[in-house]
């Protein structure tokens, strides 16, 4: 069983930046795949950027450059910096994680950009 706690998210100008945690707790020691999807009113949730042990990362092409992913493995933490933030950046972020043939969820945190 894996817990995941998002937050970070809130209200911001574009250009801004803000930065996104994921805390995870319990048998977390079993991922190997880490990360954040979103999801934008009236659109499918998609990929953001993911973290795959062994140190791969991936990136949505719309996020590459601006956003990066990183873990402190001390605090079972997933983070998401947002950079240069848009308008288009607007969504509901979900951070995942990947244990055997399960993928567990946290509750979403709402990230709103302004023009």
């Known amino acids: 069983q894996v817990q995941l706690v998002e937050s970070g998210g809130g209200l911001v100008q574009a250009g801004g930046s803000l930065r996104l945690s994921c805390a995870a707790s319990?048998?977390?020691?079993?991922?190997?795949?880490m990360g954040w999807y979103r999801q934008a009113p009236g659109k499918q949730r998609e990929l953001v950027a993911r973290f795959i042990s062994g140190g791969t990362t991936n990136y949505a092409d719309s996020v590459k450059g601006r956003f990066t992913i990183s873990t402190d493995n001390a605090k079972n933490t997933v983070y998401l910096q947002m950079n240069s933030l848009k308008p288009e950046d607007t969504a509901v972020y979900y951070c995942?994680?990947?244990?055997?043939?399960?993928?567990?969820w946290g509750q979403g945190t709402q990230v709103t950009v302004s023009s």
């Open positions: 995942y994680a990947l244990v055997g043939l399960y993928v567990y």
């Open positions: 319990g048998n977390i020691f079993s991922t190997n795949d």
